[in-house]
């Protein structure tokens, strides 16, 4: 009897705890304050679900990081440099120039701070119109990102 | 050996379809410049074996250089500023300055002989830097390419301190712009890569290949466990020396007229 009613009272709870986090997802989704991403260019899907990328993006580039240093495994599904090549917004060719720029809008709302920037390239690598076209890596790049998934 | 041909392939569509006379001018530079570095371009592919993207590099590779000081240019500095260029380097040389790889000129104050050589890690196969490590952060890949890994690397530069060759630096100032396929920032020691992110993708490191197209052909890149191979070819035909051979640390990169 007693191990039911608590167990009712747990559910009410969790009811309870649910409403509260729909919420401000609701007012949210009035047009508040989330960040507004830039479009993203190039493939027209993410490589996972957007739902998915949002809560686990950092687990993915971490396990990818080691993967790439550690082993030399150089797929490019996950990798940051792929994030970077679709994420980089119009204005200002950058990921993380300025606030409305993708890492940083979502960042700055989650109050996260985010250290990828102070090593890695925040825009993509400049394509053959700044680059020479018969520049090696050039080349050699185009040619291997055929091959990866 | 496919890449290679497709990268060949690519380069002339490109000279094709360019229209500005300069651009082409350009181009037919780089073409002439492409053919020079082919000769060691294909032994270079002969070796390698292309590893698929998803393939860790083995233990089976053991990539080493072999640099003949004979060849090496009289102030030539070909070298050195490839690998600024590959790895965004600043090309300053103070104290407080990344320098990756290094002009040095040994005298023999007896004799009078002189040579210039270029001086970068040395990629040991037992590396005093990983042993005094204290985070784990500077290791060596199972091909035998020493490295830092800057997300764990604390910046204490120990070491720094145990490398016999100066061959790591400390970046102290804050970057940007760093290239895409070599973050580099503040507060991590660095040092030579062999230019890793070209290895993995079948080519050799910039510095070989600059003073390859330089003329001199004083370096040479290749799996040192490929018996067939040619740097182990001209190890075990020529005479060469590891720098501080007392030191018992079987360095990757090996001299010859020194
Ligand atoms: S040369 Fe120096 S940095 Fe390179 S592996 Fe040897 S000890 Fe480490
Ligand atoms: S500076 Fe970084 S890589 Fe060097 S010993 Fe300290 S933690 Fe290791």
């Given at each position: 009897m007693m191990a039911k009613s608590l167990l009712k009272r747990g559910i009410g709870v969790m009811l309870f705890a649910v409403g509260g986090l729909l919420a401000p997802l609701s007012v949210a989704q009035a047009g508040v304050d989330v960040p507004k991403l830039p479009p993203a260019k190039g493939a027209s899907k993410c490589v996972e679900d957007t739902d998915f990328m949002r809560r686990n993006h950092m687990?993915?580039?971490k396990h990818h990081r080691d993967d790439t240093l550690r082993l030399g495994i150089r797929t490019t599904k996950h990798s940051l440099k792929g994030c970077v090549e679709c994420h980089a917004s119009e204005k200002t060719g950058s990921v993380a120039?300025?606030?409305?720029?993708?890492?940083?809008?979502c960042h700055s709302y989650a109050s996260v701070k985010l250290d990828c920037w102070g090593c890695h390239a925040t825009k993509p690598a400049q394509?053959?119109?700044?680059?020479?076209?018969?520049?090696?890596?050039?080349?050699?790049?185009?040619t291997r990102a055929g091959g990866d998934k | 050996m496919n890449q290679h041909e497709n990268a060949h392939a690519d380069k002339s569509v490109d000279t094709l379809t360019t229209d500005t006379a300069t651009r082409r001018d350009f181009l037919k530079a780089g073409a002439v410049v492409a053919g020079a570095t082919l000769a060691p371009g294909v032994l270079f592919y002969g070796v390698a074996h292309s590893r698929p993207a998803e393939e860790p590099a083995s233990k089976a590779?053991?990539?080493?250089?072999?640099?003949?000081?004979?060849?090496?240019?009289?102030?030539?500095?070909?070298?050195?500023?490839?690998?600024?260029?590959?790895?965004?380097?600043?090309?300053?040389?103070?104290?407080?300055?990344?320098?990756?790889i290094r002009k040095?000129?040994?005298?023999?104050?007896?004799?009078?002989?002189?040579?210039?050589?270029?001086?970068?890690?040395?990629?040991?196969?037992?590396?005093?830097?990983?042993?005094?490590?204290?985070?784990?952060?500077?290791?060596?890949?199972?091909?035998?390419?020493?490295?830092?890994?800057?997300?764990?690397?604390?910046?204490?530069?120990?070491?720094?301190?145990?490398?016999?060759?100066?061959?790591?630096s400390l970046v102290h100032e804050p970057l940007t712009e760093q290239k895409p396929d070599v973050p580099r920032g503040m507060g991590c020691v660095e040092a030579c890569t062999f230019c890793v992110q070209r290895v993995d993708r079948d080519e050799a490191p910039a510095c070989v290949d600059a003073c390859?197209?330089?003329?001199?052909n004083a370096m040479l890149f290749g799996n040192l466990n490929d018996a067939e191979g040619p740097i182990a070819k001209a190890l075990k035909s020529m005479a060469s020396t590891e720098v501080r051979a007392d030191l018992n640390l079987n360095t990757g990169v090996r001299y010859q007229g020194i």
């Open positions: 687990d993915l580039l120039a300025n606030k409305e720029d993708f890492c940083v809008a394509k053959s119109a700044q680059k020479p076209a018969g520049h090696p890596s050039a080349v050699s790049g185009s | 590779v053991r990539w080493g250089m072999l640099i003949n000081t004979q060849k090496c240019g009289d102030g030539c500095k070909s070298c050195v500023t490839a690998c600024n260029e590959e790895n965004g380097l600043s090309g300053k040389t103070g104290p407080q300055d990344s320098q990756w040095v000129d040994i005298r023999n104050l007896q004799t009078g002989a002189h040579h210039e050589l270029p001086m970068l890690c040395q990629h040991c196969e037992n590396p005093p830097c990983v042993d005094v490590c204290p985070t784990g952060a500077s290791m060596k890949r199972a091909d035998g390419i020493v490295l830092v890994d800057r997300h764990i690397c604390i910046g204490c530069r120990y070491c720094m301190m145990a490398c016999p060759y100066k061959a790591r390859t197209q330089a003329g001199h």
